[in-house]
């Protein structure tokens, strides 16, 4: 259930009560792709960073060690030791994204898998059995992601075949929630709106979804290559016609930049895998922007990251020796670099929360807006 507190603007504050516990919104998806973080952070670490929400693949997990071992092994929680939301996605960007040869039609999509080539088949319904076996807390409905730009005509029917499968996920779900050896069986469902960059099919598709009375909505297909101004554009557009009482879920965004757009566009979940990706090549986020700590200025500074972070990592260690950890390639310097770019990230949350309660978040918004993603 989500419960809407303040609002200022378009932003929103808001909590989201699941059976795993309550989310405070805005917030930020730590992504755990296989049930780890990459970088070697363990699910009690998340907790040492402030993550709320951990977000694992569907796809990875299902291709290995396998959705079943999970379930025989209890479910994502029991195995990772992380006892707050997990949030899966479908499955379905992977699928589009990483299969190396895939054939969609009406009833799912058949596909070659990236790992050994063997031949998969995915549609809603072995979505929803994936994700009622990993008993994540929140599960997203299969769905099918255009790339950007997509001609109008396929754009269109793309996305009757994502509402004809959003459809069957529901069915679906209803059904595994009420089977005897189901896990989680208070698993929620998320629909994912999408449309392409064109407004009216992405208005037209919100409406429809929205009458589904479903547990929350995302935009999907955005942040896949289009100009962030294009993103900002549909999120505006999609943003009137989405249920008040269900949190927005901007998928797969973004910058510390991009979430302060989203949120003062009424965004109110996200993730991204950038922040530890980026950690792990050595760019780092600071309140004065981004730096790339591979750099030889950095040789000798014996100076924390972020003179304004309380993380751990900058409490405890230098600029000098987290670069020499990553030039090294000691495993030791990703961890640290994702621990703070995940605190940062976090954090950020954390504040644009508090500036939503106090009523100052436009301040906020304009002072950082332009700071946070430029590079030192």
């Known amino acids: ?17 699941t059976v795993h516990g309550v989310v405070q919104m805005p917030a930020f998806m730590n992504v755990a792709t296989c049930g780890a973080i990459k970088g070697g952070l363990s699910a009690y670490d998340l907790k040492d960073i402030k993550t709320q929400v951990m977000l694992s693949n569907t796809y990875h997990l299902h291709l290995r060690p396998g959705d079943e071992v999970v379930k025989q ?39 070659n898998s990236h790992i050994d ?12 059995r994936i994700q009622s076996n990993l008993a994540s807390t929140i599960a997203m409905a299969f769905d099918e992601c255009v790339a950007n730009p997509s001609e109008y005509s396929y754009t269109k029917a793309s996305v009757k075949r994502t509402t004809n499968w959003l459809l069957r996920c529901k069915k679906e779900m209803d059904r595994l929630n009420s089977l005897d050896d189901t896990i989680n069986k208070h698993q929620m469902l998320f629909g994912i709106n999408q449309g392409g960059v064109y407004h009216d ?17 995302a935009i999907g297909g955005l942040a896949v290559g289009e ?9 505006e557009a999609v943003e009137p016609f989405a249920p008040k009482d269900k949190p927005r879920y901007l998928m797969g965004v973004g910058t510390p930049g991009n979430i302060l757009e989203g949120v003062y566009r009424g965004i109110d979940l996200f993730d991204c895998v950038m922040p530890s990706r980026n950690a792990r090549h050595g760019h780092l986020f600071t309140r004065q922007g981004i730096i790339n700590i591979n750099n030889e200025k950095y040789k000798l500074d014996n100076s924390p990251i972020d003179s304004q972070c309380g993380c751990p990592v900058c409490q405890r260690h230098t600029r000098a020796y987290i670069r020499h950890l990553l030039k090294a390639k000691e495993m030791l310097g990703m961890r640290l670099a994702v621990m703070h770019n995940l605190w940062f990230y976090n954090t950020l949350m954390e504040e644009i929360r508090e500036h939503l309660d106090h009523g100052t978040f436009s301040d906020f918004y304009t002072k950082y807006r332009e700071i946070l993603d430029k590079r030192i």
Not at 73 to 82: D, K, S, V
Not at 202 to 217: C, F, N, S, T, V
Not at 227 to 235: H, S, T
């Open 1 to 17: 259930m989500y419960q809407l507190i303040k609002q200022e603007g378009r932003a929103r504050r808001g909590e989201f009560h």
């Open 73 to 111: 092994l209890g479910g994502l929680h029991q195995m990772t030791g992380w006892d707050k939301v997990i949030l899966t996605d479908s499955g379905g960007f992977q699928v589009f994204s990483l299969a190396k040869i895939r054939d969609i039609h009406e009833e799912g999509v058949y596909f």
């Open 201 to 217: 099919l992405r208005i037209d598709h919100m409406k429809e979804i929205a009458q589904l009375e479903l547990d929350g909505y």
């Open 117 to 128: 080539g063997r031949r998969i088949f995915m549609g809603p319904e072995e979505s929803m």
């Open 227 to 235: 100009p962030a101004e294009v993103m900002y554009e549909v999120i």
